[in-house]
């Protein structure tokens, strides 16, 4: 079973690395915002980093290091990468921290396999999830456009093989209120 570790500085990752190796634990990496400064240890070792948010600025000492081209400079490493968006309420910004990511040198497909196979062969699930394959579950999204991009929208959303609607109490009372008058 995988060890999820965060850490954002260098020392940190470093500890995190020696007491993987001390005690022969499989390592995952989070956030890992100066994981770019030892890129090449983390990719002998075949340590994956979830990297992100890509949005996260130096704003504390643990995050001084912070750089957005850090997920592009992992995966030219070699490092296995995938993308996140920093905690569960805000997983609605997974799109635009990899539309990001592509935006500071991660190749597009990259920046995808980041949101789908990757952290799921990293968590031991790529026999059930992350990929469009038969005997997998269908869990997928269909956009009107680049599903990277801020414009698109999202028109259909399947969860294991099911739609779901795109309708909520607020759509409705959007779609109610949107001209200042209800309907």
């Known amino acids: 079973m995988p060890v999820f570790v965060r850490a954002h500085r260098v020392d940190d990752i470093l500890t995190a690395v020696r007491l993987g190796e001390e005690f022969h634990l499989k390592l995952i990496l989070s956030h890992g915002t100066e994981a770019y400064k030892v890129a090449d240890l983390l990719a002998a070792r075949k340590i994956p980093v979830v990297v992100g948010p890509i949005?996260?600025?130096?704003?504390?000492?643990?995050?001084?290091?912070?750089?957005?081209?850090?997920?592009?400079?992992?995966?030219?490493?070699?490092?296995?990468?995938?993308?996140?968006?920093?905690?569960?309420?805000?997983?609605?910004?997974?799109?635009?921290?990899?539309?990001?990511?592509?935006?500071?040198?991660?190749?597009?497909?990259?920046?995808?396999?980041?949101?789908?196979?990757?952290?799921?062969?990293?968590?031991?699930?790529?026999?059930?999830?992350?990929?469009?394959?038969?005997?997998?579950?269908?869990?997928?999204?269909?956009?009107?456009?680049?599903?990277?991009?801020?414009?698109s929208a999202l028109r259909t959303l399947m969860i294991s093989g099911r739609p779901i609607p795109l309708t909520s109490r607020q759509t409705d009372l959007y779609a109610r209120w949107r001209d200042g008058s209800p309907r």
Do not use: C, H
């Open 55 to 151: 949005t996260t600025q130096p704003d504390r000492i643990e995050t001084l290091g912070a750089i957005y081209d850090n997920a592009a400079r992992l995966q030219r490493s070699g490092v296995t990468i995938a993308i996140q968006s920093g905690d569960t309420l805000n997983v609605r910004m997974l799109p635009y921290e990899a539309s990001l990511a592509v935006a500071y040198g991660l190749p597009w497909e990259e920046a995808i396999k980041a949101i789908t196979v990757n952290p799921a062969e990293m968590f031991g699930v790529a026999d059930r999830i992350g990929r469009l394959k038969p005997g997998l579950e269908a869990n997928l999204i269909v956009t009107d456009g680049d599903p990277l991009q801020p414009l």
